[in-house]
């Protein structure tokens, strides 16, 4: 298969997205390309935290203010993937006092809206927050899903032109001398060849990029710094909550609808491709995290997920906390390529801001003189400034619309919810198996991680027809295997009993790890 | 024999106090109620039953790292005892391992669940996955379903529409590309049971309990068997009684009919689960469930003091002898924290892979099987429960079931056997030591 586009786009994290839907809303044609599904790298393992600028505002202040304009911009036109939670920064004891006056006055510097609080007022807020806290500042943190924002960034971009391949990885570029005339692709789920010829390509691939400016033989001077993040099974706080300090491992803690996400840990990695964590880093994460949030000490964490940060290393020494979390946009005419840029770095916060520095660089060269709208434009379901606190949203969970029966009950999703996904899937041509429905819905993310729902939605895709027979349980399988990774980190308490249930289940009374 | 004690409100000491309601548990009380030991019954739940499919199991693999499928179990057994002397089996022996066995099979057999089994060979049975489960003791009303595979009749998988929990595709998905006559069917329950009554388990499985309903099922089912000469339903052919609705069915519709297991809750595991506390409460064993015993008193020499957290007030139950059939994590016999496993009656800590990094596999479903399933407590040959020295912790203390050391049950597909042979072991302890006591 032969697709001629104006822009080619490499990478479906919520950066591709955007740019995809910055180029469509630019009238410019484009098609992006996913080696996986959607939010496969970092954009789908991070802390879903919408920053405020706070975190970066002593140490990384060109980051914080990146984040202090995007954090305005994507409540106004990203209403609807955002809870506005708010954020509260404390000290505890022990930490440096002169770090809260340095934290205000480089605040009001730089136009962040961060005001003290009082220490009562503090408990008033967030009772579970540990005795002992010295100061407290609020800020404009929010949470902020990135399925819902690179989904409804796709939809969008689809509704204007923008095209996009899932589970279709970049196996070569074709350059002849100062251009890359064709990008050759290899689709995972049809086992098809297919060639993109695009006048301009952007790289938008998170940790991977040096990897395919490597296919244009270019150089791309990077460094893969893993988070890991925990996931618990109830929603313990209500505010974004940081350490009142510079920032360091485990020390953010993220309401997200009914959960709480607490992370991060920074370790440089060189494998890219099968991350995971250890027993000492889950450790290492619920000690720091429950210095602040001491109920996290015994939560039951369902699930570990880790990301890489693409790091642009400027030489050696340092702490990688350190480095800036700013983007990066190469423009490879330095590298003796005229048409292919690629944008890396930066934070779920700025992907707008990536996308448009990116999509300004590339229309440029395209002589094509639209100017960047995605400020301004609400994203699909976005449209109604929502500003629905803690309780609305919860309260929209609880009452879902009528679904039919109920395939997932941890976190209620529907046979109608799943229908309306397949038929999604099937009209884009993408994939449809139970890893596509749980990123596009909430199945599986609940406290049985997909044992039982993921049971019940293979058999509804074989009742309904949308699975072909011949796949017996290697859907499901997979899916298990999937989850697993996640899983296996936290295994103690309730959630090593969790586990006995389904494997009890799954290998003695299904025998599915038999081959009979 | 044991000093009384003056807190009791007890007239008299229970020979033995279990503490599980587990299949170990009801299998345990059984047998000592029969040997005409008073026995108490306590559990936190209703016992893992209900989340088990109904079928026993004595051993269907092994070894468990090469995933091999024994036909005939008691070789696998005698395999098993002769290479891991540690497991459960081993500590039982193997004529003990029978005895225990058949006589259980043998007085399911007799019961109205009417329990079915080929003394020296595995049956496989056809599970909602489409997948094969080896097992060996089955209730009459999947009889058919592990026989079906042997012949591979023309049988037809009917489900319910709205019914999640059974997919007649996904059995088909499973098993057709090996099974050419196997096909799938479904119905609409709520037209049948003619009133608002929503499609669940539940309402079904009363449904299948009225023979008014079966009327109407057959008449419905006929046209679509189509040539088919044997007819699976999901495991809901009734809460209680199970056999009256599949003889029924039988006859009217002139093909075998049988049930397909469901993951959990599972009728069937509740049907023997009811069977056994029923019997035993006709025994006189003095069943408690829904209240945890929350500690054990073990000082002194006499009998051993539970505390029972009842709803209102506390109850302290003394016994000769406690046996602990708590289960795994699961059931709560095992805790798990960050920092290890402990056994927390107790309070023993139990013996566990290094880092947690080690307690489980890469994969969730690969071979050998995880680390952490085969730590436990371990027990004598008179299922004593034993410390990190092999010495026995307290004459009073026995142990049986999951909870013990070496073995992975879910692997092995040999739960239901560790269970009733190391809960009827455990009687037989008592047995031996009563013995020279009474002479």
């Known amino acids: 298969m032969k697709f001629e586009t104006q ?86 004891a022990g930490d440096d006092e002169a770090y809260c006056e340095e934290f205000l006055s480089a605040a009001v510097e730089h136009g962040l809206d961060a005001r003290p609080l009082a220490v009562e007022e503090a408990y008033e807020l967030e009772p579970r927050l540990a005795p002992g806290v010295q100061a407290a500042i609020t800020v404009p943190d929010a949470s902020i899903n990135p399925f819902a924002a690179t989904i409804a960034n796709l939809a969008a971009a689809e509704a204007c032109g923008g095209r996009v391949l899932l589970h279709t990885q970049v196996t070569s570029m074709r350059r002849e001398g100062s251009r890359i005339t064709a990008v050759d692709c290899l689709s995972s789920r049809t086992g098809e060849r297919v060639t993109i010829e695009a006048e301009q390509i952007i790289s938008a691939a998170g940790p991977w990029v040096d990897r395919l400016a ?38 953010i803690i993220v309401p997200g609808e009914t959960v709480t996400i607490t992370g991060t840990t920074s370790i440089r990695v060189k494998n890219l491709d099968h991350l995971t964590t250890s027993a000492a880093e889950v450790d290492l994460l619920i000690d720091s995290a429950s210095r602040i949030i001491p109920a996290l000490d015994s939560s039951r964490f369902i699930r570990v997920y880790a990301g890489v940060r693409p790091l642009v290393s400027s030489g050696e020494g340092g702490s990688d906390r350190g480095l800036s979390r700013s983007f990066v946009v190469f423009d490879h005419v330095r590298d003796g390529l005229r048409n292919m840029a690629t944008i890396t770095g930066g934070k779920l916060t700025t992907y707008r801001l990536m996308a448009q520095q990116v999509t300004d660089l590339v229309c440029g060269r395209l ?42 009950e941890c976190e209620m999703v529907g046979r109608l919810q799943v229908d309306e996904l397949v038929e999604g899937l099937r009209g884009r041509g993408h994939k449809v198996d139970l890893s596509a429905l749980r990123l596009r819905s909430r199945l599986g993310m609940g406290s049985c991680q997909g044992g039982f729902c993921g049971f019940r939605t293979l058999g509804h895709l074989y009742s309904s027809g949308v699975l072909a027979m011949s796949k017996g349980n290697e859907v499901l399988i997979r899916f298990l295997e999937k989850r697993w990774g996640g899983i296996r980190p936290v295994l103690w308490g309730d959630q090593l009993r969790q586990e006995q249930l389904l494997e009890g289940i799954y290998c003695g009374t299904l025998n599915i790890d038999g081959d009979l | 024999m044991a000093k009384k004690s003056s807190a009791t409100e007890q007239p008299s000491p229970y020979d033995l106090l279990i503490i599980g309601t587990g299949l170990t548990g009801l299998a345990a009380a059984r047998r000592a109620s029969q040997a005409k030991l008073s026995v108490a019954l306590v559990g936190t739940t209703p016992g893992s039953l209900p989340y088990t499919s109904g079928a026993l199991d004595l051993l269907g693999v092994y070894p468990t790292a090469t995933k091999h499928f024994r036909l005939n179990p008691w070789e696998a057994v005698a395999d098993l005892i002769e290479e891991s002397p540690e497991h459960p089996y081993g500590r039982v022996g193997l004529l003990g391992v029978r005895d225990a066995w058949e006589d259980f099979a043998a007085f399911l057999e007799q019961s109205p669940l009417e329990y079915y089994h080929r003394q020296d060979e595995n049956l496989l049975l056809i599970t909602a996955a489409g997948t094969l489960k080896p097992t060996h003791l089955v209730p009459g009303s999947m009889k058919e379903n592990a026989l079906a595979w042997e012949q591979r009749p023309p049988t037809l998988m009917l489900g319910f529409n709205r019914l999640v929990d059974f997919s007649p595709e996904h059995v088909v ?39 008014a309903f079966r009327g109407r099922f057959v008449a419905a089912v006929k046209p679509l068997l189509r040539g088919a000469k044997s007819l699976g339903l999901p495991a809901l052919l009734g809460l209680v009684d199970v056999m009256t609705a599949v003889r029924d069915l039988e006859q009217q519709l002139g093909v075998p009919v049988f049930e397909v297991p469901l993951l959990s809750p599972s009728l069937p595991g509740i049907r023997l689960a009811d069977l056994l506390k029923r019997e035993l409460i006709a025994a006189g064993v003095r069943l408690v469930q829904g209240t945890p015993i929350t500690s054990l008193d073990l000082s ?50 139990v013996t566990s892979p290094g880092s947690r990094d080690d307690w489980h596999m890469p994969t969730f479903l690969g071979a050998p099987g995880h680390p952490i399933n085969r730590v436990g407590l371990a027990a004598d040959q008179r299922m004593r429960l034993l410390d990190e020295r092999g010495q026995v912790l307290d004459e009073r203390l026995r142990v049986a079931g999951a909870i013990l050391r070496e073995h992975d049950w879910v692997r092995e597909k040999s739960g239901a056997g560790i269970s009733v042979v190391t809960g009827s072991g455990a009687v037989a302890g008592l047995q031996k030591e009563r013995a020279p006591e009474e002479t």
């Open chain 1, 7 to 92: 822009v080619l786009i490499i990478g479906g994290g919520l950066t591709g997205a955007g740019v995809l839907r910055d180029l469509s809303l630019r009238g410019v044609s484009a098609i992006l390309v996913e080696r996986r599904d959607i939010n496969a790298g970092a954009s789908g393992a991070n802390h879903g935290l919408l920053h405020s600028g706070g975190r970066y505002i002593v140490t990384d202040p060109a980051s914080a203010k990146e984040c202090i304009a995007e954090n305005a911009i994507l409540k106004r036109v990203a209403s609807g993937c955002i809870e506005e939670t708010g954020g509260l920064f404390v000290s505890l």
């Open chain 2, 173 to 211: 998905a499973g098993l057709g590309r090996r099974w050419s006559g196997l096909s799938a069917a479904r119905l609409d329950a709520q037209e049948l049971m003619g009133d608002q009554r929503r499609t669940t388990p539940a309402n079904l499985a009363m449904a299948f309990e009225d023979p």
């Open chain 1, 214 to 251: 490597a296919m244009a033989g270019v150089k791309i001077p990077i460094a893969y710094s893993k988070g890991s993040l925990l996931i618990t099974n109830s929603r313990l706080v209500d505010h974004v909550i940081n350490r009142l300090r510079p920032p360091a491992d485990g020390d």
């Open chain 2, 300 to 349: 002194g020499e006499g009998p051993v003091r539970a505390v029972r957290a009842g709803q209102d007030q506390e109850e302290i139950l003394c016994a000769r002898r406690v046996l602990l059939a708590t289960g795994r994590f699961f059931g709560g016999g095992l805790e798990a924290t960050r920092r290890g496993v402990c056994e927390p009656l107790t309070g023993m800590s």
């Open chain 1, 367 to 408: 002589d094509h003189d639209v100017a960047c709208r995605t400020m301004e434009v609400p994203l699909p379901g976005s449209e109604e400034a929502q500003n629905l606190d803690a309780r609305g949203r919860l309260a929209r969970l609880a009452a879902p619309p009528p679904q039919g029966e109920v395939l997932c």
